[in-house]
């Protein structure tokens, strides 16, 4: 059964600073990685979707692939407050890549 | 634009009821999902269809029921609500592979009380 896990489990970082967020999962022949927002009572906003190893970036998020280490990263590049929401990292299979397995999220704040 | 719609939005059940959560999508896609996510948490799978007439049991299917009646509906069934069932619960739809977008529904916030 795959296992997906995300660390830190919270992080407060300043405005325009990096955020870093890492996401591990434990079956190598996953192929379908898709980090998510949400803010708070609110429903999934896709981020950024990747399908093979190296990076990906849309606007001011990066995801970074290494299937061979079992990590997919997210970097978001000088966040703004409006960015403090609860980050989760999804990891699927091709053949069924609605088939999600979730980590439990990081909760990002952003302070002014 | 790809759309899943779900219904009610918000509930408030009475523990023993029977509660029926409704998904409609109009993207023509053959699978559809339900999740349920507790608060501050990730989401987690409950059935899933890949055709109409046919549901899998996903990760955690015990108290729950689905119906597939059409390609465009899905059905989550709580024959008997518990307490432990207060949740949001999220819909999904997506084709099988192609790496394309998942699409979620805005999700229905579930009371039971």
């Known amino acids: 059964q795959q296992k997906v896990q995300q660390s830190p489990e919270s992080l407060t970082v300043s405005e325009g600073a990096m955020a870093s967020l890492n996401c591990t999962f434990s079956d190598r022949s996953s192929d379908n990685f898709r980090w998510y927002r949400q803010h708070s009572g609110k429903g999934l906003e896709v981020l950024v979707s990747i399908f093979s190893d190296g990076e990906k970036e849309e606007g001011s998020f990066t995801a970074h692939l290494n299937r061979a280490s079992l990590h997919v990263f997210l970097h978001i590049r000088e966040p703004q407050p409006s960015d403090s929401a609860l980050y989760l990292c999804?990891?699927?299979?091709?053949?069924?890549?609605?088939?999600?397995?979730f980590g439990q999220g990081t909760k990002l704040s952003i302070k002014p | 634009e790809a759309a899943v719609t779900q219904s009610p939005r918000s509930k408030v059940a009475v523990t023993g009821g029977k509660v029926t959560l409704s998904c409609h999508q109009t993207?023509?896609?053959?699978?559809m999902y339900w999740y349920r996510q507790d608060t501050g948490h990730g989401l987690r799978l409950i059935h899933y269809s890949y055709v109409a007439d046919s549901t899998e049991k996903g990760d955690i299917p015990d108290g729950y029921k689905a119906s597939r009646p059409s390609q465009e509906n899905f059905s989550l069934i709580l024959e008997l609500a518990s307490l432990s069932q207060t949740a949001v619960y999220f819909c999904a739809s997506s084709v099988t592979g192609g790496d394309t977008e998942v699409f979620f529904g805005k999700g229905t916030r579930l009371t039971v009380v």
């Open positions: 999804a990891v699927s299979l091709n053949y069924n890549q609605g088939k999600l397995i």
């Open positions: 993207n023509n896609h053959d699978y």
